[in-house]
């Protein structure tokens, strides 16, 4: 088989991760041969979730776990509707309507005809995927991942979506500020990358130097980037204005690189007002290009991720990863990455968040130093086989279950 069509191998992580750690996760995934898993979720692209989904999966069937994804098919009022309960669910107000209520439920009904999730374990993606639960009858444990800051969620909606969400076996959550009150199980799994997926491979520096100039973004001058979706919870705004401070003393220029994603209609309105601000030193871009995102986290000299709520906040993972100190929003799954003054910055105003760029492009031994403090974070906490393996023991967990109920019930005939 030639390289184009090579998938990462769990072996391939030894050097990173280690022998012992490898060969436990392979037991564990013995275990549960003969299984068939389901992930389902809003999209194949655009944000963490798909771009979590595309490795880990791959990783599962690697492992010997038979692994499928299935994704929804929605109207363009669906993913509208969703996108307010997104944001709902991060604080936003929402007029929980009965139209509204009643677009999300159909749309997810005329999904589940469509796909017959017969599988043994079905393992459902955020809010969009939710109310699927009800359409079918379980051959396994169904299991809810959230990946949206739950801190402080609309009760209106919240009291909705209980209904669909307590039908489910289990709920993983990326942090133990989101728990809420519930009858069944919340368990905490931090997403991971994927190191050696097209974004986050090494690059060379001619291979960096290509990808920007086919985006005619210059390397004359320090870059600060940001990359996240187009989305006002990444605070676009709040980092051009944070920007234009660091611009009044030092040469330098920000790059904003969003994507689109099908599931997010938001998007398109985000990324277009924000056009107004490009200048000489702001530059507005939206590319779907894994290599472009690759390159400008390696030419940057400082990663910003202002964030006002993010349920975890992988492309700050994927920057410390590159050894960039990152200088993040004190919010959701960013405050458990970035330690201040060892391997970034948390900050929670323009003021303080411009004060700390400035601090980074002025001082290249402090951008080195928690630039190496960043990458040994991620090799401990964010690869991967971590994921995989907490997936597996929950996996296994259920299996116990299964069996001991069985050997109880054979007991008693």
Not at 4 to 20: C, F, R
Not at 31 to 59: D, I, M, N, Q
Not at 288 to 311: F, H, M, P
Not at 316 to 343: D, F, H, L, P, Y
Request: aromatic residues 8%.
């Amino acid at each position: 088989m030639g390289r184009m069509n090579a998938i990462t191998s769990i072996d391939q992580y030894k050097p990173l991760l280690g022998s012992e750690m490898i060969e436990r996760i392979k037991m564990k995934a013995n275990k549960l041969r003969g299984r068939h898993v389901v992930h389902v979720s809003s999209t194949y692209y655009g944000g963490g979730v798909a771009e979590l989904l595309s490795s880990l999966t791959l990783l599962m069937n690697d492992v010997g776990i038979k692994t499928g994804w299935r994704v929804l098919q929605g109207s363009a009022d669906f993913f509208s509707v969703t996108k307010k309960i997104h944001n709902a669910l991060q604080g936003a107000p929402l007029r929980l309507t009965s139209r509204k209520k009643m677009i999300y439920e159909a749309v997810v009904f005329e999904n589940s005809v469509r796909n017959h999730l017969d599988h043994d374990i079905v393992i459902a993606h955020d809010p969009q995927v939710l109310p699927m639960i009800a359409h079918y009858k379980k051959r396994g444990p169904w299991i809810w991942c959230c990946h949206v800051d739950l801190t402080n969620p609309n009760k209106e909606l919240w009291g909705y979506l209980k209904n669909f969400i307590e039908r489910y076996d289990a709920v993983i959550m990326s942090m133990p500020e989101y728990r809420q009150k519930l009858k069944i199980p919340q368990l905490i799994f931090r997403p991971a990358i994927d190191p050696f997926s097209t974004k986050n491979r090494p690059l060379s520096q001619k291979e960096i130097s290509e990808r920007l100039r086919h985006y005619h973004i210059p390397e004359d001058l320090p870059l600060v980037v940001q990359i996240s979706r187009f989305d006002r919870w990444k605070d676009p705004e709040g980092v051009i204005r944070t920007f234009k401070m660091v611009l009044k003393n030092i040469k330098a220029r920000l790059v904003l690189l969003g994507e689109v994603a099908l599931d997010d209609p938001e998007g398109i309105a985000v990324y277009k007002s924000l056009l107004n601000y490009q200048t000489d030193h702001i530059m507005i871009t939206s590319h779907q290009d894994t290599a472009l995102v690759n390159a400008l986290q390696r030419q940057a000299t400082v990663i910003v991720q202002k964030s006002l709520r993010e349920g975890f906040g992988l492309t700050v993972t994927e920057a410390m990863w590159k050894k960039k100190a990152v200088v993040g929003g004190k919010v959701g799954g960013i405050r458990s990455q970035i330690r201040t003054g060892s391997n970034g910055f948390l900050v929670s105003s323009e003021n303080e968040a411009a004060r700390r760029i400035s601090e980074l492009l002025r001082n290249p031994g402090l951008r080195s130093r928690m630039g190496v403090e960043a990458r040994k974070a991620v090799q401990v906490n964010y690869l991967l086989p971590r994921l995989l393996e907490q997936y597996l023991d929950l996996l296994n967990s259920f299996e116990t279950v299964h069996l001991l109920k069985k050997k109880t019930s054979v007991g008693h005939g």
